[in-house]
């Protein structure tokens, strides 16, 4: 079974700037979906940015034009630049990665709609005003 991971959370004032990382044990999979989440207490967990295989990304509207996901798979690393944060940030961020069955056309909008089974323990992120 794989796993993810992540790391690079921590307290930042607003307007501030933080790199999330998360290491994947299955990037030698050519066919997966890997995205970033948050959840604050008592909220439902939301979606914040996906990626493809392919590099194809979605951003959830809260975090267009501030927020960037991208991989590195010499370093088997997902990352989340995130820039201009606001207050209402505040939350623990998770990764998650599902490999995909051939056959299926993945994009970064397949990955917002599908279900992850692999998720890391998650890491605080706080941004105070």
Known sequence: QG????????????EGSLRLSCAVSEYE?????????????????EGVAWIDA???TKYALSAKGRFTISQDKAKNTLYL??????????????????????????????????KYNTWGQGTQVTVSS
Request: proline share 5%.
């Open 29 to 45: 999979l050519n066919r997966y979906c890997l995205g970033w989440f948050r959840q604050t207490p008592g909220k439902e967990r």
């Open 3 to 14: 796993y993810v991971a992540e790391s690079g959370g921590g307290s930042v004032q607003a």
């Open 54 to 56: 392919d590099d194809d």
């Open 81 to 114: 630049q995130m820039n201009n944060l606001k207050p209402e940030d505040t939350a623990k961020y998770y990764c998650a990665f599902e490999h995909l069955p051939s056959g299926v056309y993945s994009s970064g909008g397949y990955c917002s709609l599908i």
